[in-house]
């Protein structure tokens, strides 16, 4: 025997495991309920507050305003990110998903299906339809062309998040894919697509192309730089030229030199200089990084396309997957800043896609329907996971539907801000209550609407989902001729049309639906967008 037949010897032994298995049982129950009224806690595996359960209605859990960092995909599958099954390489992103601080947000939906309509509503809180971005932002490819009706910039009357922040005191920046309106006047003088730019729209600091972009080697196939390293891999050409832009006091200057390498990590060199001049002058920030990755051109570099070479991918599979590993790696090396320069924990940093995969990439949506241009769940449906240490505390993964739209309408909860009276109606709502764990439910519906073309009265889809049921109408001639309606949460991949069984859930779906539009309509008047020719009846 260790001690021998001495009972004081084993008695004291026996006092110090319990002392010692007393003080690990309080560190435990430190780190998970530390002793700060304002510390959230968790009941029944939910987020929420001492403060909010004693009825202190405190928009936040500190008195510091959070920084806010918002990372956008472009693309980027519900299917693709190794966490839901993906092919891609994303261990930085699995890491953020299943983070101790952080929500895992499994049906969370772009605010259309495709870019710059979600792009529109990530900024503003109103469906892109409200004020004439139909569709992509595509009129720069048809100057002069201005007939039929074009997708418009987002006109400088929306009020945007970086417009609300930086009034509030934050510095804000914005550094990638902008894809709301180009930057220079039109060649041809045509004054019906005036100039709408990030500087125009809260962005006091930007740097960025006007649409989509290859995603290595960005600028290479602009003139100036035909002598500089092109990395074209599948593609196997020199790309269109595309640049980097930004405002200076002599007006709109691309960026000077060939950018080599992939593209993802050009952003983070000016994302991490521009986060540790903020931490240095003690200003809280809104960063907005508008990846490229992983829209055409999605372009690797060697290292990132070798990895899945040598697992017998093709040269196209590597291309798009290790463009998604080396944003991936950017992913990580965000996080990693964010914890040496000490502002992890009030920092709230959320990750999204603008839209499914494009048909006929590599791409995947997991077994969704539908990819990009669709309202089918594969074609809005995005990864997307929030990490913000000073609110949530224990890692989950929810099914709670949350939309590109409610960014403003949190913002404006987070930093206890009332929208102006006259402020234009907000599709968004506040996920502030639900990170806090004091909803369960939405009970506010999701609307969709696309390929309206500035038209009312031609042939387009309208969606709207809820908890429970979506439905689904197709418009000919104004009118609804078709309806399919579905229980996303027992039938993901949209499969079984439920129209026939549940006409009461439809009919009622269908009067909200018509109301909203309706709503639409009124607000593109407002507006006053150009070239839209609709009846309001």
């Known amino acids: 025997m260790l001690f021998g037949k001495n009972p004081l010897k084993v008695l004291i032994y026996c006092f ?23 510390s959230p806690i968790i009941r029944d595996g939910q987020l929420a507050t001492v403060s909010s359960l004693r009825g202190d209605l405190s928009p936040t859990t500190s008195t510091i305003r959070p920084n806010v960092i918002l990372a956008l995909a472009d693309d980027l599958g519900w299917g693709d990110v190794q966490y839901n099954k993906g092919n891609a390489f994303t261990p930085n992103l699995n890491r953020m998903a299943h983070s101790p601080n952080s929500i895992l947000l499994q049906r ?42 074009e ?50 729209h809260g962005f006091e600091q930007w740097l960025a192309t006007e ?26 050409d020199r790309p269109p030229c595309t640049n980097y832009y930004t405002n200076k006091s002599a007006g709109i200057e691309s960026w000077p ?30 960063l907005f990084l508008p990846f490229h990755t992983v829209h055409e051109r999605y372009i690797a570099t060697d290292h990132y396309r070798d990895i899945y070479r040598k697992n017998k991918y093709s040269l ?20 990693e800043l964010l914890e040496e320069l000490g502002i992890k924990n009030n920092t709230l940093l959320w990750f999204s896609s ?50 590109s739209n409610d960014l403003l309408p949190t913002i404006y909860d987070m930093l206890n801000i009332q929208p102006k009276g006259d402020h234009p109606i907000l599709d968004g709502i506040s996920i502030l209550p639900f990170l ?14 696309y390929n309206i073309d500035g038209n009312f009265n031609n042939s387009y889809s309208i969606s709207t989902s809820g908890d429970q049921y979506k439905l689904i109408v197709s418009y000919e001639n104004g009118k609804p001729q078709h309806h399919e309606l579905y229980d996303i949460v027992n039938d993901l991949a949209e499969r079984n049309n439920l129209s026939g069984k549940y006409p009461a859930v439809s009919k009622k779906l269908l009067t909200e639906v018509e109301a909203w539009r309706q709503s639409v309509m009124k607000s593109v008047d407002e507006v006053g967008c150009l070239g839209v020719s609709h009846s309001p009846h």
């Not at 995947?364 to 949530?392: C, M, Q, Y």
């Open 257 to 286: 030199d060939p950018i080599l390498g992939d593209d993802s990590h050009f952003m983070w060199s000016l994302a991490a200089d521009y986060i540790r001049d903020q931490v240095k002058s003690n200003k809280p920030f809104f």
């Open 354 to 403: 603008d839209n499914g995969p494009e048909l006929q990439t590599p791409g995947k949506t997991n077994g969704l329907r539908g990819t990009k241009h669709t309202l089918f769940e594969g074609g809005v449906r995005v990864p997307s996971v929030i990490e913000w240490p000073d609110a949530i505390r224990s890692n989950k993964e929810s099914w709670f539907p949350v939309v």
């Open 108 to 149: 969370y939906y772009s605010g259309g299906p495709v870019c710059s309509p979600t792009r529109g509503t990530l900024l503003t809180g109103r469906n892109h339809n409200r004020y004439c971005v139909w569709t992509a932002n595509f009129a720069g490819r048809r100057r002069g062309d201005f007939v039929m009706p």
């Open 211 to 236: 649409r989509s972009a290859p995603t290595c080697t960005i600028n290479c196939g602009c003139k100036q730089f035909q002598n500089s390293t092109c990395v074209t891999g599948h593609y196997g």
């Open 16 to 38: 110090i495991i319990f002392l010692f298995t007393v003080l690990v049982m309080l560190h435990l129950l430190w780190r998970r309920f530390p002793f700060n009224t304002d």
């Open 316 to 335: 196209k599979e590597a291309d798009y997957y290790g463009a998604i590993s080396a944003m991936d790696e950017v992913i990580g090396l965000l996080r």
């Open 151 to 200: 997708t418009m910039p987002l006109p400088l009357s929306e009020i945007t998040v970086a417009e609300v922040m930086r009034e509030a005191g934050y510095s804000t920046a914005l550094f990638g894919k902008w894809h709301l309106g180009d930057f220079k006047p039109l060649k041809d003088g045509n004054k019906k697509w005036p100039v709408s730019h990030p500087g125009q």
């Open 436 to 449: 806090q764990g004091k909803v369960l439910q939405r009970n506010r519906s999701i609307y969709w609407a």
